[in-house]
């Protein structure tokens, strides 16, 4: 499923105090892909993301899901049907655990959406089976789990709506190395099941592995949308210009070829960047 | 040289789990840049509450200075020992910076009117000095995290322990803070021990020293330009290998010893033909 | 006296207590709902009448100053502050924490609480504060005008106190402000590492 | 607008906060005596001299009074329409407007606004930190009798530094819900406020969280009690405080006069 934004804008307050966060951003999120959102803290990402379900309504513009319309004037019952679409998990979603066992927790998405107990449960069980949580947990309390599996139990509790798209704030910020691991399998997955995802990420490592289209976004407009391996052949100064990073593969290579090297292809891993030197040295 | 902390035969678990530390040894000297590390649930953190007398240990011995740390010294070690936690906003007390920084001194009875240079000069020493009428929620979670290190130099500590103090950072944040422990370090020289937990290798990069912790034991205690070119053992601990070492082990002929990103290019430049 | 932990515990629901109040639900197009109750509730169970009653006056204070539009301090509606903290603190409070809140205490107190505080203290309070005339007329008026609103609110209150209160999290982690000793358990361990 | 704090320069900025919030509430007591236009015209001219001390725009206190509209509304409608007396204005089956009827809803409206200004001022140019040092400072006396001052005062200032942290966390929590679905405008009554429990039991878990995090925070910072501390922030008198005080004296002889004459 597509989601097009077409010259969004979004601004809070009014008069002298109005403060403008997104001015005029059009892109296409393609179905089916990942599309990597990036750019410093500030800069609009989390406020754009927000517009992908309907949790903030455009102030100009509009955002089509699907075959759904958002824009300024859309009643707020029609927006369920937005929201049941596309899923969203916050930074730190393990935050937003209420219910008194995992279970429970995992169906709530899909009992609001109007599933009965019967179907929600079955949804329920299939998304925690994905994120990995084992069966014996299911009846805990999820406040007895460890970080990192209250972090599944969310992410399930997201999955188990079965949403067409999902968008994802950051969604490894606190894990160890393992843990980043396993969410980016999962991200994996989720495309290979021809679902939609949108990351928000720091990670320019992260970003070059699993992305398919770049939004780079600065002062609330979008800087650049390119694929990953067009994007960081930018030189170096322009990535200082956007406070962003690097992935040290390619950070890497620019280094050397300030030594005479070349790179016929971006070095999209640490495996892929040691190829490309081995067969340059004698 | 003097130990500025000193563990012997720590035990401590949680109520109705197993022990989590069995006989933990562990010594750390005076001026030194100690990292510990350790996925998730090993205990690092654990260890620095224990240090701080936040948790009581089962058995075992803590000291701080040569001082064994009991109920009657805890005031005491405290003083000594500062430590900036992992959660920014869960650590912030006052309304604004300088009320944060002065939270401490008040605790300490420092007269009212020796205060704001105190507070000025703290607050210097992380780069903070304009910041010092803003309240916590319009800061970065970078720039709460230097205000809460700048809350534990203005008491002026012998120890800092720095509790995952970037994980919940983005990589902005996150270096402005490494910077300003380096600058830290640089100031103090050995009347400074630094004690970073994290699971960030570059972090870790930083100290003299590394100590790996695996289910409460420790698995390595070594200089880290040693620990990182262990590329297979890194791994089944759950950590990383910082991205110098995976290349050059990726690479044939790479000198069999850690180097830094620029000895690496370095060295690869003379290869080129 | 209080130790750190219960300190700051009270604080930071002094905290929620005040960034409820901010919001509220359209129950109907005219009654809308707060859920401040059930932080003053969580007050009592854990800190008795006498905490509660203190916090609870010096909240109200802050609260017209600061955070709702309508009005300023009032010495009636204080005193109906005083006896809403001194019947959640009564009724609520009990050690240890891990036994469940009994239905009729709860009954008893929001009965309490919706008719004689809400009801019959605050709309006094309210006529002599806003009403030129003081008379008994105005004040059954103005009773018959609060009347439908108390009348939905109770079920409400009643049910929502029962479900918080008794909350196996909420009072799990709660508890660990009172350990006997200090010492924490996994569980805090465990949200320190992930937080 | 109202209950912010705006940084200013202006001359009620320089009055400590125990002045302000003395005066404040003294007044507000007095305007519960108010019956005749002289007394309210006096009140108003007060509170105009007060504005215009705080340096702030007019515009400023009108946005800040829009929000609460509805509520005067109400109470007018009910003084209109519930307080008897002739002559009568105007009968439409059981409604009646009476003069005396609508003379109360006027200086309803009139009292609402000034109380509603009054502490507006206070708190525009008082921030909460000194508000909670005031506090503190003016309840003193009760430790005779007892009552904790110094640790509620404490608690009163965390609990302002932790409310608009735990603002943005509501948001957060409300969004997360909404994105799983969370309605609170469909069911019926019982269910709707059942609805808010997904929202509040997070908020408070993590709250609860939260607060043992701060206290391990400042357990090691070297907090024992709330008592044997010094304090950063000093109130003291000055001579606005003097002027002050000279100005809401005169004002209260002559309100009270005006009172008597009546």
Redesign the interface.
Known sequence: MAINIEGLSFHYGAGKNVKQILDDINLTVEPGQITAIVG??GSGKSTLV?HL?A?LLPSGGQVVVGDQVVTSKTK?KAL?PV??QV??V?Q?????????TVLEDVM??P???GKNDEEAEALAKKALIQVGLKEEFWQH?P??????Q??RVALA??LA?DPQAMVFDEPA???????QEELLDLLQELKAAQKTVVLIS?QMDQVLALADQVVVMQDGRVAAIEAPDQLFLRDRQWFLDH?L?LP??VA?AK??ED???HFDHLPKS??D??EQ??V??? | MTNAITINNLTYGYPDQDPLFHDFDLEVQEGQWLSIVGHNGSGKSTLAKLILGLLEANSGTISIFGQQLTVETLAEARAQVGMVFQNPDNQFVGATVADDVAFGLENRQVPSEEMPKMIEAALKQVGMADFADREPHTLSGGQKQRVALASVLALKPKVIILDEATAMLDPAGKSAVLQTLKDLKNQYQDQLTLIVITHDMAEAALADRVVVINDGQLAFDERPQDLFVQGQALKELGLDQPFESQLAQALPKAPNQYLTKQELAAWLSTLKD | SLSIQQLVLLAVLMALSLVIGKFSVMLTPTIKISFVFLASSLMGRFFGPIWTMLVMVLLDFVNVTFFVAHGAWSPIMAFGVVLAGLIYGGFFYQQPLTKTVHWGKILVAVLLITFVVNFLVNTFALMVMYSPQHSWSVFSAMLSARLPKQLIFFPIQLILTYLVLNNRIVTQIGQQFFAPQRKETAQADSIQTKA | VIGQFIPGKAWLYRVDPRTKILVTVVYVFLLIFANTWPAYALATLFLALTLVLTGQSLGLYWRGIKPVMWLIIFTVCLQLFFTGGTPVLFHWQFLKITLPGLINALYVVLRFVLIVLMSTALTLTTPPTAIASAIESLLKPLKAIKVPVAELALMLSIALRFVPLLMLETDKVMKAQKSRGMSLSTGSLIKRSKAVLPLLIPLFIGALQRALDLANAMEVRGFESADNRTRYRVLSFSKQDLVAALGTGLFVLLFIGLLWIN
């Open positions: 410093q803290t927000q379900n949790l707020e369920g929201r049941a899923g969203m916050f730190f979603p393990e935050n937003q655990l209420f219910a008194s709530y998405g009992k609001n959406f309390s406040f007895d789990l460890s970080g990192g209250m972090r509790g997201v709506m910020a606190g894990l160890d190395p393992k843990g720091h406070a990073d040290e593969p890497f280094d050397l030594h005479g090297y640490v495996a960047l040691a030197i081995k340059q040295v004698n």
